[in-house]
């Protein structure tokens, strides 16, 4: 069964870095979208970013535009995020997720991927 595992979230303080990675042992990587959502307590989930199946395209949410990176590693069949000059309102459980595809659009709504991962927590204090 497909299934993805986040790793490497954590409490930081703000202005902190943190590296999340997430890892498709069972997908046919190359094929798939993969992005990063996150949700916050009390509040939906949300898109962070996204990447294309060959890591050339990417797309990311306006609020960590600058601060986030997200790549990706066929070979290793992982993707990360790259987190820098960390806030307190990026505080959320981190989700990534694949969506089979071979097209360079990157959908920023949770109901087009189908593939998910556990979450990774990731606190940030001020």
């Known amino acids: 069964q497909e299934h993805l595992v986040e790793s490497g979230g954590g409490l930081v303080q703000a202005g902190d870095s943190l590296r999340l990675s997430c890892a498709a042992p069972?997908?046919?990587?190359?094929?798939?979208?993969m992005a990063w959502f996150r949700q916050a307590p009390g509040k939906e989930r949300e898109f962070v970013a996204a990447i294309d199946w060959s890591g050339d395209s990417s797309k990311y949410r306006d609020s960590v535009k600058g601060r986030f990176t997200i790549s990706r590693d066929n070979a290793k069949n992982t993707v990360t995020l790259q987190m820098n000059s960390l806030k307190p309102e990026d505080t959320a459980d981190y989700y990534c997720?694949?969506?089979?595809?071979?097209?360079?659009?990157?959908?920023?709504?949770?109901?087009?991927?189908?593939?998910w991962g556990q979450g990774t927590q990731v606190t940030v204090s001020s």
């Open positions: 997720a694949a969506r089979r595809s071979y097209t360079d659009y990157l959908p920023t709504s949770r109901k087009e991927y189908n593939v």
């Open positions: 069972e997908l046919e990587f190359s094929a798939y979208i």
